[in-house]
């Protein structure tokens, strides 16, 4: 679920890689705070198993870097979409320098324009970047995949008063 807007824009961008041989994946749009809850609970747990020394509030900071706490994600706006390209001519997703396939590591090279990836994978985050600002969009600053309209960070990025959208319910 986007807000229609998004919605709009999404497909631009679509049409606009389908005729680069090339797929948009959405990975996330809307999330209620319960979901988001749950997705923030597993990675607080995987840490947890990883990282056996460190005290529970490390974790928390970990992971609250790059996943938002439940009452905190801009996901519940209807306005933030996670994506990723599919290229059709190598039949993989598209390597953005943390993936592997549909999954990320996330770590600090998660940021849009981290300096020490492959140029391929700058070059792949650029086109990704590019096509969502092309559309008002905003990338996050820890996330090459995350892209926001009209939401909180929208705003904040564009030097907007207010935001568009707020927490849509369930």
């Not at 840490?47 to 938002?68: D, M, N, R, T």
């Not at 706490?69 to 993989?92: Q, R």
């Not at 953005?96 to 070059?123: M, Q, R, V, W």
């Not at 907007?160 to 849509?168: N, P």
Request: a negative charge; aromatic letters at 12%.
């Amino acid at each position: 679920m986007v807000r229609e807007a998004v919605y709009e824009k999404i497909g631009r961008i679509s049409r606009l890689l389908d005729s680069e041989n090339k797929k948009l994946i959405i990975r996330s749009a809307w999330r209620s705070f319960e979901h988001q809850r749950l997705l923030w609970e597993d990675k607080v747990e995987s840490l947890q198993k990883e990282h056996p020394g460190k005290s529970f509030e490390e974790i928390i900071e970990i992971v609250s870097y790059f996943i938002a706490p439940p009452e905190k994600s801009l996901h519940a706006t209807g306005g933030a979409v996670d994506a990723l390209i599919y290229d059709l001519k190598n039949n993989c997703i598209m390597d953005f320098g943390t993936n592997d396939g549909y999954k990320i590591e996330l770590n600090d090279k998660c940021y849009p324009y981290h300096p020490h990836i492959s140029s391929k994978a700058k070059k792949n985050r650029k086109l990704l970047i590019d096509l969502f600002e092309n559309e008002d969009f905003v990338v996050d600053i820890k996330e090459y995949w995350h892209f926001d309209f009209g939401d909180a960070a929208w705003a904040l990025e564009k030097g907007e008063k207010f935001a568009i959208y707020d927490i849509i319910k369930e």
